[in-house]
């Protein structure tokens, strides 16, 4: 079974990916060819887990005039003849992708041969490169079951968002131990604030001036971004400087967080972060209430807004627009999930019910069948 996969652009395309062709390897033995951007993250990613990579050049196509979106529109015409070129060579039985700009010459080459695509839709709005592709797709699978109203019904497959498996892993591991691992007190209420790996200027500075307040209540873990520590540093420093130092050893800032990830989400009781759709996959899986500040829109609507948006209706998390989240909101919101427990057993059942821990291998079991892979019955039925 040959199967081309691609996503790129960021890592919130990449890595789902990057499960679903490792599964598809450990479960079906299938070759994989990943078809990347030649300026993405995922030609680092790819070939760091094993994967054999080739490269097309991929334009943005951006809602707005400028030169980088006439130099990204020159580069789709490229990037589409290369697709069709790859995908003559590799005969892939089936392409699967999971966004970003690259998956679009890679799906459009899959439907000029006539191979199965199965695209994969993360947030809740459907992204243009999706919106591009679906049309040609064969199966669109979901990660939320509000996005159905974007595409084809006759199309669509909710199997939720494809998890690391260190998540799925630390599921073993107790609360109390998951600190102990982190050299934190197991003992002591565990607030984690993450902007993401890049990190998120107002949410360090609105989290450093909330301190005082915060640490009477609990520790604090806190991710700055590696670009945005010394300032974050600073910031946190001048504030703590007026503190018990017993109130001061309940703060531990770090840059960034990478195998150890996995375990400080574990550990928390309340968690204060972005609302990407990896992101909130991985909270509805272990069950984490939630603060979430949805990175604000650049230009038009913000798919963080709309995730949040939905986690929200649900109960699943608290939601604070970036421009409402001040040191008093914060600190209030976090006393209130931290005294109330009845809220947040609300929370986690509702966040169970968003929860799909076997996404990547449902998702993997989907591209299987599109390839013919010995499907029974009931599975030729279940197809797109």
Known sequence: MRILVSGGGTGGHIYPALAVATQLQRTFQAEILYLGSDDGLEAELAPAAGLPFVTVKAGKLARYVSWRTVTGLARVPVGIVQAIGVVRRFRPQVVFTSGGYVAVPAGLAAWLHRVPLLMHQQDVPANLSNRLLAPLATCISLAFEDSRVYFPARKTLHVGNPVRQAILDVRRVS???????????????????????????HLNQVTCRALPALLERCQVLHISGKKLFQETETLARRTLAALTEELRGRYRLVPYLDAEMALALQAADVVVCRAGAATLSELAV?????????????????????NAAMFGRRRAALVVRNDDLTPQVL???????????????????????????????????????????????????SLC
Do not use: N
Request: aromatic share 2%.
């Open 175 to 201: 609360v109390e131990q998951a600190r102990l691992q982190l050299g934190l007190d197991p003992r002591c209420p565990l607030l984690l604030v993450t902007g993401g790996s890049q990190g998120a200027r």
């Open 331 to 381: 600190a209030g919101h976090v006393e209130t999930l931290l005294t109330s427990p009845t809220y947040r057993e609300t929370m986690v059942r509702a966040l169970s019910a968003l929860a799909r821990p076997d996404a990547t291998e449902a998702i993997a079991e989907a591209v299987a069948r599109l390839a013919g892979v010995a499907p029974t019955r009931e599975e030729q039925a």
């Open 286 to 306: 272990l069950g984490k209430p939630s603060i979430l500040v949805p990175l604000p829109p650049a230009i038009g609507s913000s798919p963080q807004e709309a």
